[in-house]
């Protein structure tokens, strides 16, 4: 049985821990796309953003994408999480597509206008171990240590577009 004040002491040390790299970088340079709003993506109650980063494509068609790690001690395991995650994005209107890879769920906001994708702090581990998915330094290292605190934690990133 797993002490539940020990728990909470990892997971604020975690928190404190994460707090340097939870600064999101601005892509708002020449025609380039700041990030979408994350105020509009239906997160668990409860669960909360322990970090942060935008990844932008300044290609031909330029975008930026928030990437989070959000944890939730209420939960006992990430797939726990994910699976509370993907009720919760469905109750609030928002229409299931095919993820990146097998671990991972995704979803369009009823309006079309975003695209998220969220898995497992393990899965998304492995998908960027195997170079199946790109997510930025801090956060696959934030992701490392949710798997280390053994803390459920999840993997979001949030797109502009339906695709």
């Not at 290292?141 to 949030?158: I, N, W």
């Amino acid at each position: 049985m797993t002490d539940v004040p020990s728990r909470t002491l990892r997971l604020a040390k975690l928190t404190v821990a994460l707090v340097p790299i939870a600064i999101l970088s601005a892509c708002g340079q020449a025609g380039i796309v700041k990030g979408p709003p994350l105020d509009r993506l239906p997160v668990v109650p409860g669960a909360m953003v322990v970090a942060q980063s935008t990844q932008c494509d300044r290609g031909s068609n330029p975008y930026c994408a928030v990437q989070i790690v959000v944890v939730d001690s209420a939960y006992r395991s990430s797939k726990d999480l994910v699976d509370a995650e993907h009720l919760w994005i469905h109750k609030h209107g928002w229409q299931g597509v095919p993820g990146d890879i097998g671990d991972e769920r995704a979803a369009v906001s009823p309006d079309q206008t975003l695209h998220v994708t969220y898995g497992t702090a393990d899965g998304d581990l492995r998908g960027i171990d195997l170079g199946w998915i790109h997510r930025s330094p801090q956060i696959a290292d934030a992701l490392s240590r949710t798997l280390f605190a053994h803390t459920a934690a999840m993997s979001v990133m949030l797109e502009t577009g339906s695709a």
